[in-house]
């Protein structure tokens, strides 16, 4: 068995900054991480609100922070499978790809979200062939084409603008007879000539033969359905916590979200939680940054009163 | 410039060569983006894991990459990255858009045969 003081579940920016800050404290530290190191930070290609940097991309500040908890001791372990999980076990204890065990005393789960899909009939099969997730990655594959963005918040609205430089004609479909983005993003939409709306509804099916051809979109209120020709069809209806793996064990909320207190601490003790698997109102990579902080000072507090808590044990026994 | 640490295919003739050289070839095209990155990531380990399968990168906007973006496997893709798996120089299978370890490596044990150290144990 592999023991550190401290395993951090994921490695985006609150799990690398909680890396940066235990490792720093000369904390024993391991990230474990299951998909490619960075978050959701990997997937902006722009940051200009992270202070002190005018601008940056993701996958540049990603990797500076993985550089500066791999500089100060931090282990990462990434693209791996977590298979088995004990947190209320003393330590705590992981099971990676079926054959490795990881023990810990203290557990900082990191694990962050990823983006919502719609989950309808077609939307696998035609990921790639019509079907994105990503603007700035496939925006120029659809010049002069038809496209459909689907939601109402402030991604939807920003990347329908920005693919109206290659598109044809964007039409936004969202769920509500309203948006849930800013109003400086829906004015720009609605002022926008290439963009139309269809609200109140949704897609129910993706059809197409070798890539995607056409959708059938039911409107909500009425339940009435209608199929539409389209070339692509680019989804931003927010993110899903990726707290699956701790269902029954950790205090979720209807959204499966992790429930934390003030100290970033879970109903375990010993498991804390940062970033945006937690239930929290705002999810930017500024606000991951200081759950990362919280998380980790709070973990080292906890882990300076287990080894007094041993000591006195010790104390104890002889 | 891509920055990974894969193999750069910089031409068509260093694509051509590449295919002449290796049996199995794994080509990632594409840009630094986020699709693209966690790709690279995924290749970039498993270079290690899989000693005889050659993984290599071609970024996606020289003019050379028509090589990519015009085999026939890759004509309905409009997701980056395109990636291509040749095995003595043909096309065995190509996918479109981001991909996790898990979808890589079974598509590799599929076409290339299973890991290193997995046909050790065996």
Known sequence: MN?????????????LTTGIYLSRAKVKTLILNEGAVGGQMVLTHEIANYPGIESISGYELARNMKQQALKFGCSIKSNIKITSIDLNSTPKSFVVNDKNIYSADVV??????????????GEDEFKGKGISYCATCDGDFFQDKEIIVVGGGNSALEEAVSLTKYASKVTIVHQFDHFQ?????????????????????????????????????????????SEKNV???????????NTEMFEGILELNQYKEIIVDKNLATNIPGVFAAGDSIAKRY????TAVGDGTIAALSAAEYLNKFEKAELVADEADS | MLRTNLTHILSENEHTKLLQENENVMVCCGRMGPMCIPV????????TEYPHVKFADMEFDIPDARVIRNLPECRNFAGLPFVVYYKNGKVVKATSSIQNREQITSILDQYFGKKVNETAEK
């Open chain 1, 231 to 241: 070339d692509g069809v680019f989804i931003f209806i927010g993110y899903v916590p």
């Open chain 2, 40 to 47: 690279y990531e995924v290749m970039e380990e498993l270079e």
């Open chain 1, 108 to 121: 900082i789960i990191a694990t962050g979200g990823r983006p919502r899909a719609l989950g309808v009939p």
């Open chain 1, 3 to 15: 023991h550190y003081d401290a395993i951090i579940i994921g490695a985006g920016a609150a799990g």
């Open chain 1, 181 to 225: 983005a800013f109003e400086h993003y829906v004015t720009e939409a609605k002022n926008n000539p290439k963009i139309n709306f269809i609200m109140e509804s949704k897609i129910i099916e993706f059809i197409g033969d070798e890539k995607l051809s056409s959708v059938k979109i039911q409107n909500q209120r009425t339940g009435d359905v």
């Open chain 1, 283 to 286: 999810r930017q990579v500024t």
